[in-house]
């Protein structure tokens, strides 16, 4: 779960916040938007034409037939040439529905394409400028799902959603006007069904949601706890707590069934409601309508009674569209929230207005009375003071959590300062561009990472400009020649067609190509066998050399050549000095390197054993 808030559209008046944001998008292509708002219209105003072209044909063409076998017994000779034009109107309706769907549906289709293409664009451009900090606290399946599955919810109700709404708007406002032009008694009593019609579907869809939601969150805490108690049910029978997990359990279950039974109850009963609504307005119509049409005169014609019944009995299907589409609205809100909440993120670390750009750099780095805490009232480092001159070695060495990486993460501005000043070049680094100190920092991981692709494109990826030559030498200096002959070598995706410790000399050759003023380690060969350590180790001092190298360790076997050795403990610096000097002082970094020695012989004799 992410540890940042997303924003919330929790006001009474959220839904229209959260389209006009979304449908600003779509107007980016304004040709498109008119175009399907146009024909999705023409789909509409034909289905609501094709009553009337009934109303015309029983009052042309049926009726006076009849009336005439009726008054003279004797049968009236087909119009056929009537009937013929009216079979192509209804033939020209239909090419017209048809041609409208089909270009609704493609610009629908492209709308959605295009909108998801711009957020999901703009999303991934957000993440590379977000500070490191971010990432510590957003889990990669949250910022995954965020690109992924909510960009393709809410694509989705602005482009075939909104078809549903834009088609039931149309139809209610293109049915209403005929009805009132025709016979403005008859429109009043179908018009007065739709406002009651509306507020029914509405309250139902949201009933409908709520129960939903409430039963997928159920489903949810009933998988965790399925699979949290299944993988503990060693723990559970060693306590005896059998009767009360499954209680637990029992009591999840139980609520889940109720929503999940009043969910699907408010839809059993959501469309025959609406329909029985339409009915009566149809009632309504054939009793009204009726009596008018049989009086003499008569005050309406059958045509007319013929489309009244029509409109009445469709009037409840856009007033169905537009209620799924308000509730899926209302469904996309926090796939909305958690995408718009992720690019209204601001970066906490951003270069000043006017920020210089540094040159070639040295590599000289000071702290002066740093402090930094990651959390309020939680300091890592209180007040530190530390000189690294230009073209040194530094190891940091010391307990997990004393501040190490803290340390590192400083120094390639992944963090600032909470108090005090870092000088690199006795320049306070604030004062500078990022992309100007970063592109002279040369960083290798604990655990490496490469991406998908050949061996050369992975170590050319800070340099896309380098030469083979130069890729050849990079890898001379970290002492990976194996490496010369499989630079087209596809690594697969994460390098894992690579071993570690294959993965972490391209990662050593990455580095070395960009040509860094300051060259970093975080525990670089921890996580590799002794062996390749040591062939890492050969091609360490090349690329220590003319630089200022700061190491973190874990076996402090590797860091005994660097020129300076700083324990670190609860962010403050304990001790400091060479290798020699601080074994002499017997001290914090001897008893650390002792202990390691020790633990390493113990191993050995058991492996000989």
Request: net charge neutral; proline share 2%; with cysteine.
């Amino acid at each position: 779960m992410s540890k940042l808030k997303d924003k919330q559209f929790r006001t009474k008046g959220a839904l229209w916040p959260f389209l006009r944001r979304l449908l600003k998008y779509s107007f980016r292509y304004p040709k498109w938007v008119a175009g399907f708002t146009g024909f999705v219209l023409l789909v509409a105003l034909v289905e609501a034409v094709y009553p009337l072209v009934w109303l015309s044909l029983l009052d042309n063409i049926i009726v006076p037939a009849i009336d005439t076998y009726k008054n003279t017994g004797v049968m009236p000779e087909v119009d056929s040439t009537g009937l013929r034009n009216y079979g192509l109107i209804f033939l020209g309706l239909g090419l017209a529905l048809s041609l409208g769907v089909f270009c609704f549906i493609n610009f629908a289709g492209r709308i959605q394409e295009y909108v998801m293409y711009d957020i999901r664009q703009e999303l991934f451009i957000k993440l590379q400028e977000l500070s490191f900090s971010f990432f510590d606290k957003s889990a990669v399946g949250w910022l995954l799902s965020r690109i992924s599955s909510d960009t393709g919810k809410v694509t989705e109700l602005i482009s075939w959603s909104m078809i549903e709404m834009v088609w039931g708007g149309g139809m209610i406002i293109f049915c209403v006007t005929s009805m009132f032009i025709y016979n403005w008694k008859l429109a009043l009593i179908v018009t007065l069904t739709i406002p009651v019609l509306t507020l029914i579907s509405f309250k139902l869809r949201m009933l409908i949601l709520k129960y939903s939601r409430e039963a997928r969150k159920y489903n949810s805490e009933m998988t965790a706890r399925f699979n949290e108690h299944i993988n503990g049910v060693e723990v559970n029978k060693s306590l005896v707590q059998e009767e009360r997990v499954s209680d637990d359990f029992k009591d999840l279950s139980t609520k889940m069934k109720v929503s999940s039974y009043k969910a699907a109850y408010y839809q059993a009963i959501f469309m025959p409601l609406i329909i029985f609504g339409g009915s009566i307005a149809a009632a309504f119509v054939i009793y009204y309508g009726g009596s008018m049409a049989i009086t003499i005169p008569a005050a309406i014609t059958v045509g007319t009674l013929a489309a009244f019944f029509g409109y009445a009995t469709m009037i409840f299907e856009p007033i169905l569209d537009i209620s799924r589409f308000y509730s899926q609205a209302q469904n996309s809100i926090s796939a909305g929230e958690r995408i718009f909440s992720l690019i209204d993120t601001k970066a906490l670390i951003t270069d000043k207005s006017g920020a210089g750009s540094y040159g070639r750099i040295n590599g000289e780095i000071d702290f002066e009375n740093v402090s930094f805490h990651y959390e309020e009232g939680k300091q890592v480092l209180g007040n530190m003071n530390l000189h690294i001159e230009a073209g040194t070695s530094i190891a940091l060495v010391g307990e997990t959590g004393g501040g190490k990486s803290t340390i590192i993460n400083l120094i390639c501005r992944f963090y600032e300062p909470t108090g005090g000043v870092l000088r690199i070049d006795g320049v306070d680094y604030k004062d500078m561009t990022m992309q100007s100190l970063r592109s002279q920092l040369g960083v290798v991981l604990q655990t490496p990472h490469l991406f998908s692709g050949t061996v050369m494109e992975n170590i050319r990826y800070g340099r896309e400009d380098a030469t083979e030559m130069e890729i050849l030498n990079a890898l001379n200096v970290v002492g990976a020649q194996d490496f010369t002959g499989r630079l087209n070598e596809q690594v697969g995706e994460g390098g894992e067609h690579l071993s570690m410790g294959e993965k972490q000399l391209i990662s050593f050759a990455r580095a070395v190509l960009a040509d860094p003023r300051i060259f970093i380690m975080d525990e670089a060969t921890s996580s590799v066998d002794t062996i390749t350590e040591a062939k890492i180790q050969r091609g360490i001092a090349g690329i220590m050399e003319g630089r200022t190298s700061l190491v973190i360790a874990h076996r402090l076997s590797t860091i005994k050549h660097c020129d300076r050795i700083l324990v670190i403990n609860k962010g403050r610096i304990v001790e400091d000095g060479s290798h020699t000097e601080l074994i002499k002082k017997q001290g914090a970094y001897y008893r650390l390197y002792t202990r390691q020695l020790r633990e390493q012989r113990e191993k050995e004799v058991m492996n000989v054993a």
